[in-house]
């Protein structure tokens, strides 16, 4: 498997060389893409990543440093599948848990050239605790966090998310309320791809620091990173060695 990062920033205004945050999983050919910051879908077709190969699409929650390139993506997979019509009959499930925000993104779609009608299906899905998609050998769990506090409706609206495929368990941190939030998801992860924008790397490395987690990667970096990041790199690796890393637009790892 290798993980494609397209965004690494978090809600900062625009910064040199890097965009809001969005990776995805590539496995059998195959996108299994989470966030969708700004720029996203450019980001990743200049890298060479096949747009047309995403499977599905999963929202942890609806600020716009997590969903300002969705209606891009999905506009861009509708244009490159005009020039080649490889789409057709193809589906595309999106997990978004506002209603509101998936409304909002289809309405502005909507007014674009064709009123926005597709070959492909795109399905949107909700999310709630537990096992949300489980398809291909690719099974993904959604983790209510605290990150918009807690709903007096009961309906959760921000998630950090599970992967499990070939044997490895990779962890999305989302953005969180607390760092306790991820507690439940990283017990034997191979990888921890963790937020940094409401947490600085060190105290990150000192919470997981005796956790089960195989290696962390710093994502939507915060201020700490933006301003220094091999010293941040330098501090967090003092605490737990060469298993951390500060991911950067256009990477590829393999996993």
């Avoid at 440093?65 to 789409?87: A, E, F, P």
């Avoid at 983790?143 to 506090?149: I, M």
Wanted: proline letters at 2%.
């Amino acid at each position: 498997m290798k993980i494609h990062f397209f965004g690494t920033c978090a809600g900062t205004e625009p910064m040199p060389g890097r965009k809001h945050v969005s990776f995805a999983v590539e496995k059998d050919n195959k996108l299994y893409w989470f966030d969708a910051g700004e720029g996203c879908s450019y980001t990743a077709h200049l890298m060479g990543v096949d747009l047309q190969s995403v499977k599905s699409i999963f929202i942890s929650h609806s600020h716009m440093d997590h969903v300002g390139g969705l209606g891009n993506l999905l506009w861009n997979i509708r244009k490159l599948d005009s020039l080649n019509g490889r789409m057709a009959g193809k589906k595309i499930d999106v997990f978004i848990a506002n209603d509101r925000t998936w409304n909002g993104v289809m309405q502005l779609l909507s007014q674009t050239e064709g009123s926005f009608k597709t070959s492909f299906t795109i399905n949107r899905q909700g999310i709630s605790d537990g096992e949300i998609y489980n398809e291909d050998g690719i099974r993904v769990s959604a983790f209510h966090n605290t990150h918009l506090g807690t709903p007096e409706d009961g309906k959760w609206m921000s998630y950090s998310f599970l992967m499990e495929a070939e044997g490895k368990r990779i962890v999305f941190s989302g953005d969180l309320g607390a760092l306790s939030d991820i507690d439940p998801l990283i017990d034997n992860c191979d990888l921890l791809l963790m937020e940094t924008g409401h947490f600085s790397p060190e105290d990150v490395c000192s919470h997981i620091r005796d956790k089960n987690v195989g290696t962390l990667g710093f994502i939507h970096s915060g201020r700490h990173i933006l301003r220094d990041a091999d010293n941040e790199l330098a501090k967090a690796k003092s605490i737990l060695g060469d298993r951390v890393f500060i991911a950067e637009d256009a990477m590829t790892i393999e996993i």
